[in-house]
């Protein structure tokens, strides 16, 4: 496919104050136009290399002028705005004074740095501004009278897939529509305003009245955000009058879009939920992504590839831009943090899809005389369709009714093309010029109208907006009146002087009194919803400089005290929509660590708590409002709780959502629930503009949700006492995702053979490397659970996975009901072909995590609750929930110490069996010198005593290698003592390594030789024995076994007596005597 490529810029912004806290590191290298990534997580690999037409690097490097912009310092890559715009802005510029369609949208993740590139933010102009400005400047130093201009100026939003004319007052419901130009085949927005602009000045005052009116519309919750798509297009007309007097029309639209931020597309994207079809949430940001994936696929060179431009209103109005008549740049907006790696990365990928599209723009480029002609021919023939001759292929399979809707529907199309037609034929030059002057008529009162508020922020008492976009933050400013200020809906009595719409807005909110410059707050009445610097507030409070106040769920702002402008001690100099919301979630008690020691998953899960509190209390709201009888909570799983997602380690942050009538619960992954969140903020939308939201099928509410089991709790079994061929017994907590125990959980892992039969006591080994090679099999044993839930007895399962084999379904135990005290009985062999390393290592630290599920069913709750409206539920629920357990999650989750714990108990069964197997050594050893003593002086061997003894001594429980090796060593050794050869002195009791013994070339400091086991001493205890011809008293036997007691308290006393010694491994003997290198891991 011939035609010019779509130029793709990458840029990298600075670390904001969250990741300079945290310390974040960078994952971005630039270098010319190649962009490197790295990813975090596996330093050592080669970072990806992504080339693109420009790689900004405004990371750093720079300084912060006096005017405040930010400028390189000498000799940095720093991309300054100034130098995006002269490599992009400026060919935009050119191309639309040739005649060209434009097109430049930016992409990126929320945060990223898309707003900045394309509108800047204070002094840091962006390139939307810098644009528009030039394009005066450039028309003026043109004009020599030949040429007329006509510059118009549009905004919308799209959110939800509804647009939104961001330059007026009145949007219908649903949105404006957007239709299809029957002739050219081209989308376009009807109704839209287009209002002509003069001069650069008036661009700017109409891009704040659209930013203003995105802010409001956030702020009020009517079913919008700041996450959408915001499109300016300017259109730009130059209509040249030649000698002849004939006049030729060059024409070019510049469309000039900041996307949405892209994170929550892709974190959606995995969520199967039920109604994720119905849902409109970035559907025009995954529709983009089609579009650009099938149009790079076009390029490439295959064939048959539909462009689905039809999928969403985006992509229609982005027909042009991509793969059609337009000269198009994407800029690419990259966080450098580590933490988004991912989203950065896919950033990145995009970008590079994007780069192979093929564009083939022309000069728009047409005598008056013949577009005239041609706009009139073109009305005829709508007419004369509309008179009949619309030509219906119809679809044979269409009904009657459906054929009839389609013909509505053309017919529609087509007078609003007429129209739009007409339009055109009527703007002649006198007609533009009135046009502007209205235009400007009404700007120059927005002008003034600002002005008055601008002088007035320096000395009146206000508040004003914080809004999660910084883009919409310090937009809306509202100013205290007199004594008393009251806030509410305007449909209050006698009317507020300040209106809020919105959720949770009481009629009479909230009244701010000031008396003689004492400024102080309070709820209008009952159950009015503020909070002042995170807490709520019941009565009244003094509103201090820079204090921060919530009313409702979603009207944050800032009070500015200018008369008393000392804000109390640890406010910070500028007040953030981020620290606002902090305070919120740790007045609720999340802890919000600085950020400096939390892991990386402790971080995401931060911000993503941050991020997803504000939504849960919108979504509260609309229950409440709307009587859903749901209520909702953020929480925070840990990865012991989280049922092997596969999302990785670390704390998960869910939602879950709680019916009030019958107490069933359901937990949302955090993408399902910002998918069901935009559902009900439609809803909501749909409820405000009087439609019937209440008769919904369930299958249609986004607050129902068919019942599932719930997740009560989970237990995790520590594997340590595999690596020792052990058994496990244990009545595990069944703790559930708060660390509260919920009951308990009876489970056995037992080593056996390969038909599960538990394998004998001697099957114990020392040391696990002696695992190493075998096949080996164990036994999950799930017996019977405790709960203590009552609402639980309806059914109780035990599902889990064994990581080590790799499962990739869960093993499930059967649904026992109507039992607190379920019996499970379930158990299942995991076969191991061969031991590696990588297993024992997994027997060291891995778990089995068994998730405890409750059944739950959709029964009709309480009949008396169901008369309590959901406010009041909700109220009883948080009573409840304070007066069950006062605590909430915080990011710092007990796994560590739940882990801990249950390596401990581990750890000390395993001790015990090593103890009882000593003891039982100890036994047979002392039975074995009795047994000899006993004997006449002729018969007493020493050979075969001593190979006795050591057997004891040495044998591990893996019978048979390790009497071959014991075999080999007890000769060996004997070959030593005879020839009286001097081995260096082995401490260690494994038997594995003392059949080497481990010789350093030098001799020993004693004429000793150890028995492997039970170190010097019995080296000497073996001379002595040969000195004498094999007697040893047997008190001197038994005299080295000690029971553990006396060895521990020992040791303490020697380790007391050795302060300041520097060998901390001494041991006392009976005797009180020091003895170096005793063997007291053997015992242990
Ligand atoms: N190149 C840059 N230089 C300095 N600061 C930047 C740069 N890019 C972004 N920032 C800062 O980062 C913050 C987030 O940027 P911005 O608002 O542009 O993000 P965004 O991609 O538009 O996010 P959203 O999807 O939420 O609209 C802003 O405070 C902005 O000032
Ligand atoms: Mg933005």
Known sequence: MSGESVKVAVRVRPFNQREMDRKATSIIKMQGSMTMIHNPETPKEEPKKFSFDYSYWSHDGFVTNSDGVMEPTGGSPYASQRMVFDDLGQGVLNNAFEGYNCSLFAYGQTGSGKSYSMVGYGPNRGIVPITCDELFKTMQTNNDGSVRYEVTFSMLEIYNEQVRDLLSKDNPKGGLQVRQNPKLGMFYVENLKKVPVGSYTEIEKRMEQGTSSRTVASTNMNATSSRAHTVVTITFDQIIKNQMGSETKKSSVMNLVDLAGSERADSTGATGDRLKEGANINKSLSALGNVISALADLSMGKKKVMVPYRDSVLTKLLQNALGGNSKTIMIAALSPADINFDETLGTLRYADRAKKIKNQAVINENPMDKLIRELKEENDRLKNQLSGGIDMTANPQMTPEELAKMRQKMEEEIRAQLMANQEMLNDNAQNWDEKLSAARTET????????????????????????EDPMLSGVLFHFLQGEKTTFGRKDASPPPNICLTGLSIQKQHAVIINRKGEIEIEPASQGAKIKVNGMPLTGKVTLNHQDRVLFGSNHLYVFINPAKPQAPKDTPKEITYEFAQKEIAQAKGFTTGTGAGLTKEQQVAQEQILEILPMVSEVNAISEELNKQKSFEVVLI??????????????????????????????WER?????????????????????????????????????????????????????????????????DYKGLEEGHLIVNITPCNQAGKSLDEDSFVDEPSELLGRPYHFKVS???????????????????????????EYTETKWVTGSLSPEFNHSRVIGIDKIKQEHLDFFDVGCITFCVYGKQEDIEGDPKLAKLTTKELRKMEQISTVAENGRRGTIFSQEPLLADQAHLKTEIVLMQRKYERLLQKERRMIQLCDEWSKKPTEEQEFAPFFRSVSAVANSTGTRLKTRVQLLNQVL?????????????????????????????????????????????????????????????????????????????SQKKQAEAQAQGHHNHGTVTNGGGKPKEGSSTCTIM
Do not use: C
Not at 638 to 661: P, R
Not at 1010 to 1017: A, K, T
């Open 972 to 1048: 060996k050794a004997q070959k030593a003592v005879r020839e009286k050869r001097v081995t260096p002195q082995v401490t260690n009791s494994n038997s594995n390594t003392s059949e080497q013994p481990m010789s350093n070339g030098k001799t020993g400091d004693g004429d000793t030789v150890s028995l492997f086991v039970f170190g010097e001493e019995e080296g000497s205890l073996a001379a002595e024995a040969e000195k004498h011809n094999g007697i040893v008293p047997r008190e001197r036997v038994a005299n080295h076994h000690f029971p553990i007691e006396t060895l521990v």
């Open 782 to 808: 799930v017996r019977s659970a405790e709960i203590h839930k009552s609402r639980f007895s309806k059914g109780v399962l035990v599902k889990y996975k064994v990581p080590i084999v790799h499962d990739k």
């Open 671 to 735: 993408g399902k629930f910002i998918d069901r969140r935009y559902i009900i903020q439609e809803m909501y939308q749909q409820y405000l503009d009087g439609e019937e939201v209440f008769n919904r099928s369930r299958e249609e509410d986004p607050f129902w949700e068919p019942t599932e089991d719930v997740l009560v709790g989970t237990a995790s079994v520590f594997l340590q006492s595999l690596s020792y061929a052990l058994d496990f017994d244990d009545r595990l907590s069944i703790t």
């Open 638 to 667: 840990s990865a012991a709780a989280q049922e092997g997602s596969g999302k990785g380690q670390g704390t998960q942050v869910m939602v879950k959502m709680k019916n009030l009538l019958n107490g069933n619960t359901w937990l």
């Open 444 to 467: 120059d009162a927005m002008a003034q109208e600002e002005n008055r508020e601008h002088s007035r922020r320096n000395k009146d008492a206000h508040l004003v907006n914080l809004n």
